[in-house]
């Protein structure tokens, strides 16, 4: 069973700060891509950042040089650290994790998993 658990969302005024942690745990053998994902209300969810194993990242134009992408990787951690908030980044925000995982026999799967969101609210 793996697991992505997220924290740090919450309320901040605009041009504040934030920043989000994803662990992933369970029986994970590697993780390739991990990152974040974000839905406001009445629309799709859409990709904000992407890391790769080896650290090349990836932002959605309306985050660039705002939101920073990072991982841990001993600690199959991921981080977005959110700056210069505004009103449009109001949404829910979900980690996602590329990994290979093991059961109880040892076999492996490829597979992605989904945190549970945490709220990220920005008042202008």
């Known amino acids: 069973q793996v697991q992505l658990v997220e924290s740090g969302g919450g309320l901040v005024q605009a041009g504040g700060s934030l920043r989000l942690s994803c662990a992933a745990s369970?029986?994970?053998?590697?993780?390739?891509?991990m990152g974040w994902f974000r839905q406001a209300p009445g629309k799709e969810r859409e990709l904000v950042a992407v890391i790769t194993s080896g650290g090349t990242t990836n932002y959605a134009d309306s985050v660039k040089g705002r939101f920073t992408i990072s991982r841990d990787n001993a600690e199959n951690t991921v981080y977005l650290q959110m700056d210069s908030l505004k009103p449009e980044d109001t949404a829910v925000y979900y980690c996602?994790?590329?990994?290979?995982?093991?059961?109880?026999?040892?076999?492996?799967?490829?597979?992605?998993?989904w945190g549970q969101g945490t709220q990220v609210t920005v008042s202008s």
């Open positions: 369970g029986r994970i053998l590697s993780i390739n891509d």
């Open positions: 996602n994790a590329d990994l290979i995982s093991y059961d109880s026999s040892y076999i492996s799967t490829r597979d992605s998993y």
